[in-house]
């Protein structure tokens, strides 16, 4: 069974801060996607990456990087120089190769607050 | 059109009253989502169509609860005979291919569902 874990209910750090959003998976499939989402008080999911199991390459995307890592089963998404504009809930996703609905299973979700 | 679009953004409505959402994707994609997120939760699946079909409707969590696609676009979720236990946030997501892993899924801003 797909599983994806967030620990962090919540986190709150100051303005500036960098900040790591764990997130750990559980999956039997070789071939896999994750995902990161952003919501923000608007309610709207925000796509943020994607990645495929076969790709552990590191992703920087401005302020965003992503660290994917297959012997912790871990994907990982650190915000350096936090801003309050950052402050979301950000969604870690797993989707399986031939799991129902593309087969994609949310984690609970962190609260990040970003404080001025 | 650009994105998902839901409708009504908010709604508040008494116990045993039967409620439509609406929810029209984005402009050719075959995939349609509901999601339900209720308050501090995750997301949690409810029913997946592809085009007007539904493969999975696994996750609709009684019989008080159906959806409907017609034309390959817009979708309606009704809930019948509505229960406190249902005030949630009810989210739409829309992907171009359906039923395959990876696909990234769009959401709109959701339905915010009071039950009074």
């Known amino acids: 069974a797909q599983k994806v874990t967030q620990a962090q209910t919540e986190i709150s750090v100051v303005e500036k801060e960098d900040v790591t959003l764990d997130c750990v998976y559980e999956?039997?499939?070789?071939?896999?996607?994750l995902f990161w989402y952003k919501q923000p008080p608007s309610g709207e999911l925000v796509f943020l990456i994607r990645?495929?199991?076969?790709?552990?390459q590191n992703e920087i995307s401005g302020r965003y990087s992503w660290n994917f890592q297959k012997s912790t089963s871990s994907f990982n998404f650190t915000i350096t120089a936090s801003q309050v504009v950052d402050s979301a809930v950000y969604f870690c996703?797993?989707?399986?190769?031939?799991?129902?609905?593309?087969?994609?299973?949310f984690g609970k979700g962190t609260h990040l607050i970003i404080q001025p | 059109g650009a994105g998902v679009s839901q409708s009504p953004s908010n709604k508040v409505t008494e116990k045993g009253k039967d409620v439509e959402l609406r929810c029209d994707p984005i402009?050719?994609?075959?995939?349609l989502y509901w999601y339900r997120q209720s308050l501090g939760q995750g997301l949690e699946f409810l029913i997946y169509f592809q085009g007007n079909s539904a493969p999975d409707k696994s996750g609709l969590p009684s019989d008080r609860f159906s959806a409907e696609r017609t034309g390959g676009s817009v979708s309606t979720l009704t809930i019948q005979r509505t229960q406190q236990e249902d005030s949630a946030v009810y989210l739409c997501?829309?992907?171009?291919?359906?039923?395959?892993?990876?696909?990234?899924?769009?959401f709109g801003e959701g339905s915010w569902l009071t039950v009074v």
């Open positions: 990645r495929n199991s076969f790709d552990e």
């Open positions: 999956t039997r499939d070789t071939t896999y996607y």
């Open positions: 996703a797993l989707s399986e190769l031939g799991g129902g609905a593309d087969g994609l299973t």
């Open positions: 997501a829309s992907s171009l291919n359906p039923g395959r892993a990876g696909n990234t899924i769009y």
């Open positions: 402009s050719g994609h075959t995939a």
